[in-house]
Every structure is written in structure tokens, then in C-alpha cells.
T-cell receptor, first 114, second 115 residues
Framework: DTEVTQTPKHLVMGMTNKKSLKCEQH?????MYWYKQKAKKPPELMFV???????INESVPSRFSPECPNSSLLNLHLHALQPEDSALYLC?????????????FGDGTRLSIL | AQKITQTQPGMFVQEKEAVTLDCTYD???????LFWYKQPSSGEMIFLIY??????QNATEGRYSLNFQKARKSANLVISASQLGDSAMYFC????????????FGTGTRLQVFP
């Protein structure tokens, strides 16, 4: 069992839909991350939150909108996605942004855009 | 420039044998951390082991050990007594301390354990 919980596990949506991915951790970590992973590729960093503030946006298109309501929760709001956005979306957390503590990942959400 | 290089796209190993997955890295920083993650087909990224650039001893975690050769900039993962459940994709990753908080991943090695 992972200590980072992601919901839903699978999501199929049309290009005009609005949906949200959710991530929750109760390890007291102050850094949270969103990654996108295409098949047979390594994860690509999308966003980093540190102490509930956005610290890194890797030039992600605005159709992806992150939100960190509190230190335990991280959301990714999706709107007007494209077929190429179909991927595995991974959430991760770590104790701090700086340093060498490992990032702990959730199981991911498999997203398919029709 | 590629910062993390995993040259083995796929590896096969027989159950109960040991296997080494290669990883080389490139950094000019003195302070950095090296990580190995396992990703089964289910998708979860599982943290396995960590080695700090200043650690003199090779890291070990159960059946996993990290063969750290700083001068060669290599951080190979050794899995002893392979099990069928070890079949997965394995990623080597690096974080440069003091830099932006990015975990840089290699392209991965797919390990298949056969009976």
C-alpha cells in the first residue's frame, strides 16, 4: 500500500469535459508534485508545490491547472484536453523541496482522452 | 546533455540469481542524491534505495544494494536472489542538491525474471 493516494485510478473523458485528479498524503510532507508519464518513458515533471505554494511550473499548458488546498491535498484540474494528453499521471510527495529525501509516489491515474 | 544514462533497455535474469542494472550520471555539483525506483506494470513508482554523494558506504536495503563508484559517476543497482515479483521497469534518478527541485530520471531498464 502506498502512502500517497490518488483518485481516480482510471479516467476517460472527452475533449470538452472538465475533470479533476486528486492526490492525498498524510506523511506530513511539505512538497508535492505532479508528473506525466507516457508509455515506456520516464516520468516528466509538471508542477511542484512547496508549503502549499506553486514553486515550479514546467511550462505546462493552461488546460492543466494545479491546486493545493492544504498541505495534504493536491489537485489537478483538467479542461479541454487533447488526445496527446492521454498518459499516466503520477502524484508524489517529499518531506521538503530541498535536500535528498526521496519522493514517494502514488499509484497514478490512467487518463484517456477520447 | 543526458544527465542520467541507463544503457540496458531490457534485462533477463533467472529466479534466485543476482542481477546488476547499470546507471551512470553526469553532474558538476558536489552535493547530489541518487535514487532507484521500481515501476511494475500497475504503474506505481516504488522507491527502493538512495545514495548520497558524500556517503562513503554503499547503500543497502534488503535484497537491494547500490554499487556507487563516484569517480566513474556510476550508481548501479544490484538485486540479489531475484524473485518473479521483481519483474518491472527500474528507473535511476538524480537530484542535485541546492538546484531546482527536480528529480531527473533515466530512460529505465525493463527487468524480466524467469523461473
Amino acid at each position: 500500500d502506498t502512502e500517497v493516494t490518488q483518485t481516480p485510478k482510471h479516467l476517460v473523458m472527452g475533449m470538452t469535459n472538465k475533470k479533476s485528479l486528486k492526490c492525498e498524503q498524510h506523511m506530513g510532507h511539505r512538497a508535492m508534485y505532479w508528473y506525466k508519464q507516457k508509455a515506456k518513458k520516464p516520468p516528466e515533471l509538471m508542477f511542484v508545490y512547496s508549503y502549499e505554494k506553486l514553486s515550479i511550473n514546467e511550462s505546462v499548458p493552461s488546460r492543466f491547472s494545479p491546486e493545493c488546498p492544504n498541505s495534504s491535498l493536491l489537485n489537478l484540474h483538467l479542461h479541454a484536453l487533447q488526445p496527446e494528453d492521454s498518459a499516466l499521471y503520477l502524484c508524489a510527495s517529499s518531506q521538503e523541496v530541498a535536500g535528498v529525501q526521496p519522493q514517494h509516489f502514488g499509484d497514478g491515474t490512467r487518463l484517456s482522452i477520447l | 546533455a543526458q544527465k542520467i544514462t541507463q544503457t540496458q533497455p531490457g534485462m533477463f535474469v533467472q529466479e534466485k540469481e543476482a542481477v546488476t542494472l547499470d546507471c551512470t550520471y553526469d553532474t558538476s555539483d558536489q552535493s547530489y542524491g541518487l535514487f532507484w525506483y521500481k515501476q511494475p506494470s500497475s504503474g506505481e513508482m516504488i522507491f527502493l534505495i538512495y545514495q548520497g554523494s558524500y556517503d562513503e558506504q554503499n547503500a543497502t536495503e534488503g535484497r537491494y544494494s547500490l554499487n556507487f563508484q563516484k569517480a566513474r559517476k556510476s550508481a548501479n543497482l544490484v538485486i540479489s536472489a531475484s524473485q518473479l515479483g521483481d519483474s518491472a521497469m527500474y528507473f535511476c534518478a538524480m537530484r542535485e542538491i541546492g538546484n531546482t527541485d527536480k528529480l531527473i530520471f533515466g530512460t529505465g531498464t525493463r527487468l524480466q525474471v524467469f523461473p
